[in-house]
């Protein structure tokens, strides 16, 4: 009977607290807490499947399996009884032969199932648009690159020679998902039936051929046989590669988005939790009386803290289901406008983010209203004639323990990370601290200078000093909330303009590579006679290091060459070497000097400098078109290997290896409606070669463009969560306010006076947050730059003016907002209110 | 034996100057059905003498017995019980609670003591206290005096034996106030409820079977002998 009746007192409660708006600010914030949290997950685990399956057709397949030998069919039998797809790619250069003519040509042989993601796009003239084809080339035919057709004379319908086999071309190949972003390897790739590679004769023991295994599956299984086939895998010979994998600009601008996107939408559920705990304090303060009251008129301790904790647990699962359907609305009206604007859908999100939003909501509104509830229950009954009381100085450190412990967990669950957790948030917590100290030294010198000033600001200021150690709190959830929006902001812009200098609008497209050193100056004087946006013309000649220092480096490597340690670390491969008197464009040198004169002397990229421990004054040998010789490294360069531009790992002064044969390499940029006229442009240079990056362009730039969006409701959903909790943190003040703006008003205040000192006391706070804010965010921003995004610092000063200037807005907007009844009111009804 | 015994009661606080002695050595008996006022200055101990009768607060020396039940032989959860099945409470602040409606206010004494459907009951009190039109609204839609009466009502639900009134027309202009007293006196006699009333207000102290007067936290003056 008395369940029924606590149970009948709570849904009353709340009932009537909800309509009257009482709880409105919890109820948001345990409401934005799930949806923010529900939308963010549901969102980026649909957009990352789509950018995934996106970028999974760069390699033609969620993974692939490289190795220079056949692997066991057992393996390919376990991925199929995984429930993967499985296709072969075998790939070897070889000299294809047509009307007496030869060419080098990459002999790409595929299976039927290929490409498992991603489409072909084959045309009937060279360099013309493709179109997107489902089938494949079928035994006895062969689809062959635009720039076959530069150096053979043939033409769709001629036979070309692949070994012992003849092929007929049928198709121009415009677009493979998986031809790769190296430039210096690439021949002309010419595509047959993997049925047909046996009869080609040249597959032999000890060729050089890359057989290729692709896979495509669900992300589970694709895990669960990653997990068995890797330990399996011979690391010399084998690798098992995934899109994210290597130095593609879309592994780095992927894995780049990904950490931006966990960072702010950790940082935002941090927020809307904030809101939560502000927001329950007030709560439990609000319901002292009622406490008093009823335990006054007879209730039990067991049956008011039934009341109250029913009344909470009601609420939040109001909230919480509200929270949820607005987060699924959120998320499906983004995921059709990104659809929209990128002509993509998105791929279904799993049921994980739910189970995700929800604990949100009940962890925020259980843990963190643990301590205010503690005291709430706590509530003496002698407070309805002794109003000073509000309950037992419950321990403090619960409430710490409760809120800190909540905030790691929901990050935990977030991240999925405990390391990038705990160090936000030991990180988060020091800045509390000193925020906090901050905080009230400045609110002690404001008060300072406020003595001096009009009757206004003196009585902002006395107000500010007076409650210095609840504003101090309040300052510091307005600066971690301002600092948290300005770094999302912040960020949100480097990261976006980072990407755009990388891929401007007319970054290079092509690249033409094998240019004979006398066509150099023709190749030149035609890309000024057609306006062609180019870079200089690199010379090329292959070479390799032998010793660093007199000690001999590891060349191919071997099991043997391995273990033998009288031996250093070295490339294992042939290097593409260049010569040039200027240091290329965006090359920055780190360390050391470029050339001066003639002087002998190499320069080296910092990353392979350092893999190989290189440094200023070590002498490298090398050996080139079989001569050896020996160089001093001069400095060391950084490179940005995101440009669409040639960069090079050794570069050598003009003198020390140009009297090599060379073949030069330029990239340049093309307008899409001016591909039509390459071929005509490229005729009278037919040994050179075409590689077409367009489409890997495209393909970042859609990933850049599905990222940026993302981005921008990540930020927006974080700039709710902190108004959020500025206005939950001004609501919390007001009943003071209130008392104070009584007493005033009893006394002769005019509402004038009361008006600009209350905005002033809001100025001053939101300026002086703002302000803090700011600090605290280039601080955190250098770090981040730095350590997690790996970029170059920058200071950004604009933000010192923002900072303060937002906060001031803001805070004084929500202040006087929350306000303004109050100030509205008669001094009467105030009373009566307070009484 | 009498209904309230409080036997040589003494309160002690602790403050930051010190202990500070509130109430000395209070002796009190009051009977059954009997009203008694108790009037003193400000902080003369007026409150913590209610409160220690009602049972909201313990003595530091001395016992205070409700029906020959020693409160400081109870803890805090049976106190509660006791309160809630003997005695009622008005207080010069209301103090309704504000997200519940006049009737639900009136019905919340009832249901903390697990009665069922106290509906009806409480809307004949309501109609008794004249405010059979007022019973959804909420206690910041109601006046001062009407506010009181709403806690009035709440006081009587229970049919407390006891009835504590801490200022209960403090807050209200005379005419109010007027009626407020005349609305607790009828409900006690109906009731035959006894009645400590706290106040200043001298004429409806006079009201009272009885009246002590407390200053400095002992009483100095017994008036108006029972007449019970």
């Known amino acids: ?835 | 034996m009498a209904f309230i015994e409080a036997h040589s009661i003494s309160r002690k606080v602790e403050t930051a100057t010190g202990e500070l002695q509130i109430l000395s050595n209070v002796d009190l008996s009051i009977n059954r059905a009997e009203t008694l006022a108790i009037v003193g200055a400000s902080g003369s101990g007026k409150s913590t003498l209610l409160s220690l009768l009602a049972g909201l607060d313990l003595p530091s020396t001395g016992y205070v017995a409700i029906d020959n039940v020693n409160l400081s032989d109870l803890d805090e959860e049976s106190r509660a019980i006791l309160r809630g099945d003997k005695v009622g409470f008005i207080f010069q602040s209301f103090l309704l609670v504000q997200s519940l409606t006049a009737l639900e206010n009136v019905m919340l004494p009832a249901e903390l003591a697990g009665v069922r459907n106290p509906e009806d009951h409480a809307k004949e009190l309501l109609k008794k206290v004249g405010l059979a039109e007022r019973v959804t609204h909420f206690p910041n839609q109601l006046s001062g005096g009407e506010q009181q009466r709403v806690a009035i009502a709440r006081a009587f639900i229970g049919k407390p034996e006891i009835l504590f009134a801490d200022e209960p027309t403090g807050n209200l202009d005379r005419a109010t106030g007027e009626k407020v007293e005349d609305l607790l006196f009828e409900l006690n006699r109906e009731f035959g409820t006894t009645l400590v009333v706290v106040t200043h207000d001298e004429r409806l102290a006079e009201r009272c079977h009885r009246i002590i007067r407390i200053e400095q936290g002992t009483v100095v003056n017994q008036n108006k002998e029972a007449e019970v």
Not at chain 1, 655 to 674: D, W
């Open chain 1, 1 to 835: 009977m008395r369940v029924a009746n606590w149970l009948k007192i709570s849904f009353r409660l709340l009932r009537h607290e909800l309509k009257r708006g009482e709880l409105t600010i919890m109820a948001i914030a345990i409401a934005f807490s799930v949806a923010s949290v529900l939308s963010l997950s549901v969102f980026s685990e649909r957009l990352q499947a789509g950018i995934l399956a996106q970028s999974s057709e760069f390699l033609a397949a969620d993974r692939v399996l490289r190795s220079r030998q056949e692997i066991p069919i057992r393996w390919i039998e376990q991925a199929r009884e995984q429930g993967l797809q499985s296709a072969r790619r075998t790939t070897f250069n070889s000299m294809v032969f047509a009307s007496n003519e030869l060419a080098l040509a990459d002999i790409k042989a595929v299976s039927e199932e290929y490409p498992l993601r991603g489409t072909l796009e084959i045309a009937e003239q060279p360099f013309a648009q493709g179109n997107a084809t489902e089938s494949l080339p079928v035994p006895g035919e062969a689809w062959v690159h635009s720039g076959l057709f530069q150096q053979l004379p043939i033409e769709l319908g001629d036979s070309i020679e692949v070994g012992n086999t003849s092929f007929v071309v049928t198709k121009v190949l415009i677009k493979e998902p998986d031809s790769g972003f190296s430039v210096f390897a690439d021949a002309p790739t010419v595509l047959i039936p993997y049925s047909d590679l046996a009869a080609t004769g040249l597959i032999q023991p000890g060729s050089r051929v890359s057989f290729n295994y692709l896979f495509a599956g669900e992300p589970e299984d694709i895990d669960t046989y990653e997990q068995w086939i890797i330990p399996q895998l011979d690391d010399l010979t084998q690798s098992w590669r995934g899109i994210r994998d290597g130095d593609s600009p879309l592994a780095s601008a992927l894995n780049r988005a990904e950490r931006f996107m966990l960072l702010a939408s950790l940082l935002g559920v941090v927020l809307a939790a904030t809101a939560v705990a502000v927001a329950a304090q007030r709560y439990c303060q609000r319901n002292y009386d009622a406490v008093a009251i009823m335990k006054t008129l007879g209730g039990n301790n067991g049956f008011v803290r039934s009341i109250f904790v029913t009344h909470l647990l009601l609420l939040s699962l109001f909230s919480i289901f509200i929270g949820s359907v607005l987060g699924y609305f959120i998320q499906l009206g983004v995921g059709h406008w990104v659809a929209k604007q990128l002509a993509y859908s998105l791929p279904a999100a799993s049921w994980k983010p739910w189970g995700l939003a929800i604990s949100t909501g009940l962890l925020s509104a259980l843990l963190f209203s643990l301590y205010p509830l503690l005291r709430l229950l706590s509530i003496p009954p002698l407070r309805v004639l002794r109003r000073e009381l509000d309950g037992d100085n419950v321990k403090r450190v619960i409430h710490w323990f409760a809120c800190g412990g909540g905030i790691l967990l929901l990050m935990v669950l977030y991240s999925r990370n405990l390391t990038l957790s705990l160090a936000l948030f030991a990180g988060g917590a020091f800045a509390a601290m000193v925020l906090l100290l901050i905080g009230r030294l400045l609110i002690r010198l404001s008060r300072q200078a406020g003595m001096q000033a009009g009757s206004s600001w003196r009585l902002a200021m006395a107000g500010m000093q007076r409650r210095a150690k609840e504003n101090s709190l309040q300052m510091l959830s307005f600066a971690t909330a301002i600092m948290l929006l300005l770094l999302v902001l912040a960020l949100r812009t480097e990261l976006l303009d980072d990407w755009q200098n990388q891929l401007p609008e007319n970054a290079p497209n092509f690249f033409v590579v094998n240019v004979a050193p006398e066509q150099v100056s023709d190749m030149q004087t035609m890309f000024t006679a057609e306006n062609i946006q180019a870079t200089d013309l690199y010379p090329i000649t292959p070479g390799r290091l032998v010793s660093i220092n007199g000690q001999l480096v590891r060349d191919e490597v071997s099991k043997e060459d391995r273990d033998n340690s009288d031996v250093r670390e070295g490339f294992g491969r042939e290097l593409q070497l260049t010569w040039r008197s200027t240091l290329p464009p965006e090359n920055n040198l780190i360390s050391g000097r470029w050339f001066e004169g003639e002087e002998l002397g190499v320069s080296v990229e910092s990353e392979v400098a350092e893999r190989l421990a290189l440094k200023l004054g070590d002498i490298l040998e090398f050996r080139v078109g079989g001569a050896e010789f020996e160089v001093p490294v001069l400095s060391i360069r950084e490179v940005d290997w995101n440009t669409m531009q040639p960069n090079f790992y050794m570069i050598f002064n003009e003198n020390t290896i140009s009297q090599n044969s060379a073949t030069y390499i330029a990239s340049f940029y093309l307008p899409s409606e001016r591909k039509a006229e390459l071929y005509d442009l490229f005729k009278s240079f037919p040994q050179a070669s075409l590689i077409d990056v367009d489409d890997i362009i495209q393909q970042i730039r859609g990933v850049i463009g599905h990222v940026s969006m993302a981005i921008t409701f990540v930020m927006v959903l974080v700039m709710f969560a902190g108004g959020l909790v500025l206005l939950a943190q001004v609501q919390a003040s007001l009943e003071e306010r209130e008392q104070e703006i009584v007493i005033l008003r009893t006394l002769g205040a005019r509402s004038k006076l009361l008006t600009q000192a209350v905005s002033y006391e809001f100025i001053i706070l939101g300026a002086l947050a703002g302000f803090i804010a700011a600090v605290a965010m280039e601080a955190s921003i250098y770090i981040l730059q730095t350590q997690v995004f790996e970029m170059a610092p920058t200071i950004h000063w604009r933000f010192w003016l923002l900072g303060p200037v937002v906060g001031a807005s803001v805070v004084t907007l929500l202040g006087w907002f929350s306000c303004r009844s109050l100030l509205r009111q008669r001094t009467g009804t105030l009373i009566r209110a307070l009484a």
